[in-house]
């Protein structure tokens, strides 16, 4: 078998070739090329241009072919918010929501994510290994090639280390990238709630002990934080990112989700990566993201199944100049989703982004906030062949079709990881 492959006859590729992070007009810029082709070799990017360009090439003529058929080839998906490790779905509660309750309702009478982690701290690693692997093979079936997945449904040192160790076992196991975040305070866990230093406990553990033994057995970059009513303070969370920082674990937020905690503000403050959610940010918010290099991680997935009505302002965001990145947030209870193009019809219709500013949102700007731009999220010389083709022949209708999945192939490094059959 030939180490080359020589992809030709996309009716549209989609390079988004370029500087990054992309900001205001500049999200809106694909780098289309039409007839388009990709020559791979050894898993990089060797060359990209017309199909008849590159069927020129000496390199061409040696390597395997394949011929897309007029479909949109794009870089592969980069979902920068997981939450790929729990042990079940929470399809009771999605009922309880149906049918009036809060989520804040639900998380006080023991469900939301304190119910996610008795299941977990109860499941086997056999189980946990088996619900994630399947899971990472539907994402690879939906175009999907890097995510970020996050701890934070054990809240205990054995649990969460476990779910930490799992990730990286199956980044090492299977295609898709894993990039591991440590949120061990997702909530303070149900055994400390009842004592009155029980949060204080807690962060004291996660400072002292749990962030210094991630950090020294590698099984983390990230460090985050859900800083929310019913979750972790503003204060609590600058002590418990700080203590990330001192570690080389780079700050993430949950930030302006249910409520307006200020954490937009830390999460500028100390040079985090991203800040997520985002639906409660206020103008003063808004102009400090632009000012900085943290990128605002949009997840319209969470909004949507929750029935809420409020989505957080992408039009504003795009329009002062900050970072936007899209995401699943797939989780049990807020977002059973691990579909970026159901995101994209989503950021669509309820955000009001362009398809084009959709797609660079959850490709290029979201490699740029897992640190990994240099060589993911664009089609270039030099960079890994993570490509997504879809059975469509424009690239609007990926999100037109909302709830459809049209992913033909998926490659990793040029290994094909998802066909349809």
């Known amino acids: 078998m030939s180490d080359s492959l020589l992809i030709t006859g996309a ?10 992070p992309r900001r205001g007009r500049a999200l809106s810029r694909l780098g ?31 390597a395997e072919k394949l011929d897309v058929g007029g479909r949109v080839i794009l870089p592969g998906f980069v979902d920068s918010h997981t939450h790929l490790i729990h042990a079940a779905s929470r399809a009771e509660e999605y009922e309880l929501k149906i049918q009036g309750a809060s989520y804040e309702e639900i998380a006080r009478k023991g469900g939301g994510i304190l119910n996610s982690v008795k299941k977990l701290r109860a499941a086997t690693g056999q189980q946990l290994r088996r619900r994630a692997s399947a899971a990472l093979e539907i994402f690879a079936a939906h175009g999907t090639t890097t995510i970020e997945a996050k701890s934070g449904y054990g809240l205990d040192v054995t649990s969460e ?3 930490l160790s799992l990730q990286k076992e199956l980044g090492a196991a299977q295609p898709i990238e894993i990039v591991s975040t440590f949120l061990g305070a997702h909530v303070v866990p149900s055994e400390l709630r009842p004592k009155a230093e029980g949060p204080s406990e807690y962060v004291k553990l996660l400072t002292d002990w749990l962030i ?21 303070s503003r204060a609590q ?25 200020g954490a937009t503000q830390l999460a500028v403050e100390l040079g985090a990566a991203s800040c997520d959610h985002l639906e409660q940010v206020n103008g003063t918010d808004i102009r400090a993201l632009a000012k900085s290099n943290t990128v605002a991680t949009l997840l319209p997935g969470c909004d949507f199944h ?9 039009r504003k965001l795009i329009d002062a100049g900050a970072i936007v990145a899209l995401a699943t947030d797939y989780n049990p209870g807020t977002s059973p989703t691990a579909s970026m193009s159901m995101v994209l019809s989503l950021a669509c219709t309820q955000l009001r982004m362009t398809p084009a500013e959709a797609i660079v ?38 999100p037109y079709y909302f709830g459809v999945n049209t992913c033909w192939l998926t490659l990793k490094s040029g290994r094909v990881i998802y066909a349809a059959t």
């Open 212 to 232: 210094p033994e991630v950090a020294a057995n590698g099984l983390a970059e990230y460090c985050d934080v859900f800083c929310d009513r019913g979750a972790l």
């Open 32 to 62: 289309i090329i039409r007839d388009g082709a990709v020559l791979v070799h050894e898993g990089t990017i060797a060359a990209v241009g017309t199909t008849a360009k590159l069927e020129k090439l000496a390199a061409a003529r040696k």
């Open 306 to 314: 929750l029935g809420l009505k409020q989505y957080a302002p992408a």
């Open 361 to 398: 949102a959850a490709t290029y700007n979201a490699a740029y906030s897992l640190g990994r731009h240099k060589r993911i999220g664009s089609i270039e010389v030099g960079k890994q062949a993570d490509l997504a083709v879809f059975e469509v022949e424009d690239y609007r209708e990926i």
């Open 11 to 20: 009716s549209q590729l989609l390079t988004i070739a370029g500087r990054v």
């Open 237 to 261: 969370s600058k002590q418990i990112l700080a203590a990330g920082w001192e570690n080389n674990l780079v700050p993430r937020l949950h930030a302006e989700q249910l409520t307006h905690t």
């Open 161 to 163: 280390l476990k779910i």
